[in-house]
């Protein structure tokens, strides 16, 4: 399973937005937090897989949180190191992997231009899959869930 917030074409009618977490991210950012539940009859879902993208063609970064979710009827909220500062060195010591093969970037260069961010988890049995909600980034001063999918929810929170 796989959720993206690659560029997409505009509904009839509407105006394209830039998505709000596609781009050259802000400096200060320093964790990515988000709620996964699992659902279906199984044991659950492993991962969750966090992947970053700067094209279609690039295998990016990706985080393993490395963790099991049951089946439980609850969201779990997961929070992963984030630093758009970061050199690859700092990334990999901070649990990202840049994936081998075709089209490697720099940690510096997909966070300055990026264009897909995944979850993907994998289900442990047979029929498992998991809901994504509250995504957000913590920058220490600010905090944006992006609820209503634009830029314009920016509140300030004491870190």
Known sequence: MEFTTARMPPPPGRLLKRAPWIGDWPDDIRELVVDVQAFGIGDGVTGPYFRM?????SNGWIYE?????P??????????PLNPLWTDTEAEANGW????????FSWAEVMASLSYLI??????SADEWAGFDNIGRDCGLFADNFESGTTDAWSSSMP
């Open 53 to 57: 993208r700067l094209d279609a063609a």
């Open 65 to 69: 949180v490395g963790s099991q979710i």
């Open 71 to 80: 089946i439980d009827g609850r969201w779990h909220q997961i929070a992963l």
């Open 97 to 104: 992997v840049l994936i081998p093969g075709t089209g490697e």
């Open 119 to 124: 979850f993907a988890v994998e289900g442990v």
